[in-house]
């Protein structure tokens, strides 16, 4: 089980498509270990495209690093069988911790489906995920600014209260910029009776087109004074990075001197960025 001692850090990676990155990724999260992390996550491509090695790189990741991990998993586009399967494989490979996800359909749209008998959503996935493997610890997504596909902010905070009490043991944010979103969204989930804890999902900002790029695509709002000092960097990659790192320390300080339970990063497989927030932080 994911320990929750206070207050703990975690880093999101992906499965590397190259044996060159596959070899650099391995190299950076050995040399993370150093920050102690509670554990690391290890993404699902989009529409599920890299299922097998995301469970592959979380066993290598747990067995020869040493470091406790959470897979991955989405639902999207698979059939009930192909899902135990899954599930079984999680097992097999001796991890206990998975996100479960619905995940978002792959960019040109073409495997979005849903094939008889298979999940329409998350909770669909949990339920099946608690029916197969009632050990694991199960951990869900949840949209402080509002799930970018459903407006009724109460609706989707109701649909996530179904989510938890079908078996969710913690929730883990999606980014966000501005901690009045965070707390705002802890205090919702409460007055609904959502008692998991919940851990705010932190990406430092490296690039500003991507960032831009991100935002659009999860819903998240970039604030004025921020996406103004980003700007005025230009093409200057080390002043980003350097913005950046200093936004996401004040957020993560005041989200822990607040009471939040954690930290998770969002990476993109780059460690400067987290590594300098992590120091700071200490
Ligand atoms: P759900 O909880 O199923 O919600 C999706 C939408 O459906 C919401 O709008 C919700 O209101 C609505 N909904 C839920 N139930 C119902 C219902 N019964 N009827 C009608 N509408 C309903 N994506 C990937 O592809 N791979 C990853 O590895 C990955 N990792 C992520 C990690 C984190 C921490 C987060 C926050 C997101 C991650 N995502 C990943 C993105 C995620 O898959 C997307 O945000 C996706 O759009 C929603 O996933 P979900 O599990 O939150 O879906």
């Known amino acids: 089980m994911l320990e929750s001692g206070s207050p703990l850090?975690?880093?999101e990676y992906f499965p590397p498509k190259t044996a060159k990155g596959e070899r650099k990724l391995f190299d950076t999260i050995r040399a993370m270990k150093s920050l102690?992390?509670?554990f690391v996550s290890i993404t699902c491509g989009a529409a599920g495209t890299t299922r097998a090695r995301t469970v592959e790189w979380a066993e290598?990741?747990?067995?020869d690093i040493g470091l406790q991990v959470l897979?991955?998993?989405t639902c999207l586009g698979m059939t009930r069988h192909e899902l135990v399967d899954a599930i079984r494989a999680v097992r097999s490979a001796g991890l206990s911790n998975i996100l479960a996800l619905r995940g978002d359909p792959a960019q040109d749209g073409s495997?979005?489906?849903h094939p008889e008998g298979g999940c329409k959503y998350a909770i669909d996935l949990i339920q099946i995920i608690r029916d197969v493997y009632p050990e694991a610890c199960v951990v869900g997504a949840c949209y402080p600014e509002g799930h970018v596909?459903?407006?009724?902010?109460?609706l989707d905070l109701d649909r996530l209260k179904a989510k938890c009490d079908t078996g969710l043991d913690v929730l883990i944010t999606q980014l966000f910029f501005e901690n009045r979103h965070y707390f705002e969204f802890v205090s919702r989930a409460r007055d609904a009776g959502i008692q998991q804890q919940i851990i705010p999902g932190i990406m430092p900002v490296t690039n500003l087109k991507q960032i831009e790029k991100f935002t659009r695509m999860c819903g998240a709002t970039i604030p004025p004074e921020l996406l103004t000092k980003l700007e005025a960097c230009g093409d200057d990659s080390e002043a980003v990075l350097a913005v950046g790192v200093e936004h996401a320390t004040v957020q993560c300080r005041d989200l822990i001197d607040r009471g939040a339970p954690g930290l998770h990063f969002y990476t993109l497989n780059k460690s400067p960025a987290t590594r300098m927030?992590?120091?700071?932080?200490k």
């Open 9 to 11: 850090f975690s880093f």
């Open 71 to 73: 897979v991955h998993l």
């Open 149 to 154: 596909e459903e407006a009724d902010k109460q």
């Open 111 to 113: 495997e979005f489906g």
């Open 277 to 281: 927030i992590v120091e700071n932080l």
């Open 60 to 63: 290598r990741i747990k067995n």
């Open 36 to 38: 102690k992390p509670a």
